[in-house]
């Protein structure tokens, strides 16, 4: 094979042209660059706030949920309690309001009002919860509910983020817009009367 016929171009290699999306576009504006500078810092805040706030919240929440439930376990008892009136209602299901009798630690005979299942009678045993002072209260909070309060915070911790990020950029987008809205007619107030002259020639 001859040296004409060599695979091996001759002379000076062609100028690397640069990618088109490296190039300047003369017809971005600064408020264009602006805000996609904008929207790349918000995204990142997004990505990185987004899990702290809600582990941050969550974690919170849990711990301050576990030291009520801890403060409600040594404040409250268990104690078997006498039905003293006829709870009414036919439905199983539902709780009705009944004066109950039970006896405390010291030998008290207390009395209060808790709720029971409608058509328990007179007399029957039930399980009420008392405070020290005696009244009857509701029983105390467990550890699946500082759970669950724990990741109910942490969603909505995390769906504020969310809410407040799309919030500001429309926001950001929409001072932008109307920046450039007036930045137009204003140039359009100056183009408007040369370009009309055209055609009243």
Same mark, same amino acid.
């Given at each position: &094979?001859?040296?004409? #016929?060599?695979?091996?171009?001759?002379?000076?290699?062609?100028?690397?042209? !640069? =990618?088109?999306?490296?190039?300047? #576009?003369?017809?971005?504006?600064?408020?264009?660059?602006? !805000?996609? $500078? +904008?929207?790349?810092?918000?995204?990142?805040?997004?990505?990185?706030?987004?899990?702290?706030?809600?582990?941050?919240?969550?974690?919170?929440?849990? !711990?301050?949920? &576990?030291?009520?439930? =801890?403060?409600?376990?040594? *404040?409250?008892?268990?104690?078997?309690? %006498?039905? &003293?009136?006829?709870?009414?209602?036919?439905?199983?299901?539902?709780?009705?309001?009944?004066?109950? %009798? $039970?006896?405390?630690? #010291?030998?008290?005979?207390?009395?209060?009002?808790?709720?029971?299942?409608?058509?328990?009678?007179?007399?029957?045993?039930?399980?009420?919860?008392?405070?020290?002072?005696?009244?009857?209260?509701?029983?105390?909070?467990? !550890?699946?509910?500082?759970?669950?309060?724990?990741? +109910? &915070?942490?969603?909505?911790?995390?769906?504020?983020?969310?809410?407040? +990020?799309?919030?500001?950029?429309?926001?950001?987008?929409?001072?932008?817009?109307?920046?450039?809205?007036?930045? $137009?007619?204003? *140039?359009?107030?100056?183009?408007?009367?040369? $370009?009309?002259?055209? +055609?009243?020639?």
């Amino acid at each position: &094979m001859s040296a004409q #016929n060599s695979p091996q171009a001759s002379g000076p290699l062609p100028p690397r042209q !640069e =990618h088109a999306s490296q190039r300047a #576009n003369p017809l971005r504006r600064t408020s264009d660059r602006f !805000e996609a $500078w +904008f929207r790349r810092v918000l995204l990142l805040v997004l990505v990185l706030g987004l899990p702290v706030a809600a582990v941050s919240a969550g974690q919170a929440t849990y !711990e301050s949920s &576990m030291r009520t439930a =801890h403060v409600q376990a040594a *404040e409250r008892q268990k104690v078997t309690a %006498r039905l &003293m009136s006829h709870a009414k209602g036919d439905t199983e299901a539902v709780k009705q309001p009944a004066q109950v %009798r $039970w006896t405390d630690r #010291n030998g008290t005979v207390r009395t209060g009002i808790a709720l029971v299942q409608s058509g328990t009678p007179k007399g029957a045993t039930v399980s009420v919860w008392v405070a020290r002072g005696g009244t009857v209260t509701g029983p105390p909070m467990t !550890e699946l509910q500082a759970t669950t309060d724990g990741w +109910f &915070m942490g969603g909505a911790a995390a769906i504020g983020v969310i809410a407040g +990020f799309y919030a500001t950029r429309a926001t950001v987008r929409l001072v932008l817009d109307r920046s450039r809205y007036a930045r $137009w007619d204003t *140039e359009w107030g100056l183009v408007e009367p040369l $370009w009309s002259a055209r +055609f009243r020639r």
